[in-house]
């Protein structure tokens, strides 16, 4: 198993960039796929972005394109999400998720697919 925290959430105005982090601990990280997904209240979770363990390949919601960025450094163990532009309806949790021992260059936009998730970390853009 992967234990996974994410960091970096906060309150930023409409326009504004964060940068959120996932490290994770477990000896799997570097051959899993790594997604974030994210919740707005009221609403189910969504797929924001993923990225493949060799970290080649990466795809993203159509509201995270040209916007947002995931990127990994696998001798960290940390994954991260660059947001830019950010706009109010981006305000959620977000939770970094690892599909464990994936094929190197695949990534996956379905929660369910996902074997590990953190706890989240509170995004609010305002306007």
């Known amino acids: 198993q992967v234990q996974l925290v994410e960091s970096g959430g906060g309150l930023v105005q409409a326009g504004g960039s964060l940068r959120l982090s996932c490290a994770a601990s477990g000896r799997t990280f570097s051959s899993s796929a790594m997604g974030w997904f994210r919740q707005a209240p009221g609403r189910n979770r969504e797929f924001v972005a993923a990225i493949s363990w060799s970290g080649r390949n990466s795809h993203y919601a159509d509201g995270a394109k040209g916007r947002f960025t995931i990127a990994r450094d696998n001798a960290k163990n940390t994954v991260y999400l660059q947001m830019n532009s950010l706009k109010p309806e981006d305000t959620a949790v977000y939770y970094c998720?690892?599909?464990?021992?994936?094929?190197?260059?695949?990534?996956?936009?379905?929660?369910?697919?996902?074997?590990?998730w953190g706890q989240g970390t509170q995004v609010t853009v305002s306007s």
């Open positions: 998720a690892a599909d464990l021992d994936t094929n190197p260059e695949f990534s996956s936009e379905y929660a369910e697919e996902y074997d590990s």
